[in-house]
C-alpha cells in the first residue's frame, strides 16, 4: 500500500469515527425544552446511585418525590440561593467572576480549583452528565446550561434543581429531604432547616444534618447570616418578606444579623467565596 493510500484510509477512518461521534451525541441528546412543561423521570445522578447500591448488593431505591414550586418553602429557596448561587436571578447560566476568582485561588494555592458552579450549571450536570471534571464533559454542561437558561424561566430551573440534587445518601430532592430528615413536607421547612439542607450540597454523602461535622454547622451558621441579611431575595423570589415576631428575634440567633445593615448581592457575593474557601467542596456534587 502507498503512502498517499495509507493517508486516505486513515482520513477516511477518521471522518467515520467522527461521524460516527457526533451522530450519536445528536440522537443522544437532551431535550432540554420539554423540561419547560414535563418533569425528569430520572437522572444522571440518580442512576449513578441506583448502580452503586446493586453494585454492593443492596436494594437500587432512592428517597425522591416530586413536588411543584409552590410546595417548596421560599426559606429552601432563599437558602439554597445564599449558599451556591447569590446572582442566580442575575446572570445567564455562567457566574464569570466567581469562576475568575476560583481559579486565580486554585492558581495561588496550588490546588485544585473549588467549586464555582451556578445552580442551572449544577442542573444539567445533575440531569445529564458525571461528576468527572474532564473537558468533554465541561463542555457538555456549557452547552447544556446555555439552553436550559434559553428554554426555561428561572423560578423553573429552581423548581427542577430543587426536586433533583441530593441532600444526603440515597436522598433526593426537597420534598425526600425534608421528610427524611425533619418528618415534614418541604413546603413547612423553617429557615434553619431551609440552612441545614442547603449547607450539605457541596458534599451531601458527608455533611447533612445528621452529620456532626463542625465545618458543616459552622456553615450552617454562615447561611442562616447571609439569608437574614439577603433581603432583596424574598422580591426576586416573587414573595413579601414576613414581618419576624418580636419575641421569636430576642431568642434567635440570628437576631444581631436582622440588626445590621441589610448587604447588598456584590456584599453576600464576597462573603460566599471566603465562607466557600474554607472546606474542599465535594467533586461529584459541584
Not at 452528565?129 to 434559553?150: D, F, G, H, V, Y
Not at 451558621?221 to 416573587?238: D, H, K, N, P, V
Not at 444579623?257 to 456584590?266: K, Y
Request: glycine share 4%.
Amino acid at each position: 500500500m502507498t503512502l498517499r493510500r495509507l493517508v486516505l484510509v486513515v482520513c477516511a477512518i477518521l471522518a467515520a469515527s467522527a461521524g460516527a461521534t457526533l451522530l450519536y451525541a445528536t440522537l443522544s441528546w437532551p431535550e432540554v425544552r420539554r423540561l419547560a412543561r414535563e418533569r425528569p423521570t430520572t437522572t444522571a445522578f440518580i442512576e449513578r446511585t441506583r448502580a452503586e447500591l446493586r453494585r454492593a448488593g443492596k436494594p437500587d431505591r432512592v428517597e425522591w418525590r416530586w413536588v411543584p414550586d409552590d410546595a417548596i418553602s421560599p426559606h429552601l429557596k432563599r437558602a439554597v440561593i445564599t449558599s451556591e448561587d447569590i446572582g442566580f436571578f442575575s446572570h445567564h447560566g455562567f457566574a464569570l467572576e466567581e469562576m475568575r476568582q476560583a481559579l486565580s485561588e486554585a492558581v495561588r494555592e496550588r490546588a485544585a480549583p473549588r467549586g464555582a458552579s451556578t445552580i442551572t450549571q449544577q442542573l444539567a450536570k445533575n440531569l445529564w452528565l458525571s461528576p468527572s471534571r474532564n473537558p468533554l464533559r465541561k463542555l457538555k454542561e456549557a452547552i447544556l446550561t446555555r439552553q436550559l437558561e434559553r428554554a426555561l424561566t428561572k423560578r423553573r430551573i429552581l423548581e427542577l434543581y430543587l426536586n433533583v440534587v441530593q441532600f444526603g445518601p440515597g436522598v433526593y430532592g426537597a420534598e425526600a429531604a425534608a421528610r427524611h430528615y425533619f418528618d415534614q413536607p418541604a413546603a413547612d421547612l423553617s429557615e434553619h432547616e431551609a440552612a441545614l439542607l442547603a449547607a450539605g450540597l457541596p458534599r451531601p454523602r458527608a455533611w447533612n444534618p445528621a452529620s456532626g461535622s463542625r465545618w458543616y454547622h459552622r456553615q450552617v451558621a454562615r447561611i442562616e447570616g447571609r439569608m437574614a441579611r439577603a433581603t432583596f431575595l424574598w422580591s426576586q423570589l416573587g414573595q413579601k418578606r414576613p414581618t419576624p415576631d418580636a419575641a421569636a428575634l430576642a431568642d434567635s440567633a440570628l437576631a444581631a444579623f436582622l440588626r445590621s445593615d441589610t448587604l447588598s448581592p456584590s456584599e453576600i457575593f464576597a462573603d460566599s467565596i471566603d465562607a466557600d474557601s474554607s472546606g474542599a467542596p465535594d467533586p461529584g456534587v459541584r
